[in-house]
């Protein structure tokens, strides 16, 4: 065999080397996908609860005036974006760290029609405000796109799927091409 028999056999191994390492890399990221995808689907009632004591958290405690995290902002786009107030009720927003001794909620929780007057959210009259909580707004939003991620992921899996039997079937093919010579 001369020197481009060796060169061809040479770059041969290469690309099934080559064809070799990426079958192994589909697979890692396909397994890690599936396993990602399971432990979502296992602990979805945990990330439920979570979701929503995080929620309760965040405004409780986290919530400021001031804006320091932009926990103020994501707040009242929420329930600007959902016609809500709070995590449950409005009530979630009665005596937190921003006003401790208060019965308030932000101005954001006003309906449409009240949200103009600028003490909507620091009066007692609850037919100004949404009296719907946000965190059931808020999870159903979430299942509707999981839905289409599910379907997405679905359709990636698939992708890989063919990619995996592609690249196995070169392997082989060109693995018997190698031993017939």
């Not at 979805?44 to 400021?64: A, N, S």
């Not at 609850?126 to 909580?133: L, V």
Request: glycine fraction near 6%; proline fraction near 1%.
């Amino acid at each position: 065999m001369g020197r481009s028999g060796y060169t061809c056999v040479r770059r041969t191994l290469c690309w099934l080397n080559l064809f070799f390492w990426y079958f192994i890399i589909v697979v890692l990221v396909f397994l890690l996908e599936f396993t990602a995808g399971t432990l979502g689907f296992a602990y979805r009632k945990h990330i439920r609860e979570t979701l929503q004591e995080e929620l309760k958290v965040g405004i409780k405690d986290k919530y400021t005036i001031n804006n320091d995290a932009g926990l103020k902002n994501t707040w009242d786009q929420i329930q600007l974006k959902f016609d809500c107030c709070g995590v449950k009720e409005y009530t979630d927003w009665h005596k937190i760290a921003a006003w401790p001794e208060k019965e308030w909620v932000p101005q954001s929780c006003c309906l449409a029609e009240f949200r103009k007057n600028s003490t909507c959210g620091k009066t007692r009259d609850i037919y100004m405000w949404h009296q719907q909580g946000c965190y059931m707004k808020i999870h159903m939003w979430l299942m509707e796109r999981l839905y289409i991620m599910g379907i997405i992921c679905m359709a990636f899996a698939f992708i890989q799927l063919f990619g995996l039997i592609s690249a196995m079937l070169l392997i082989c093919t060109v693995e018997d091409k190698r031993k017939s010579r």
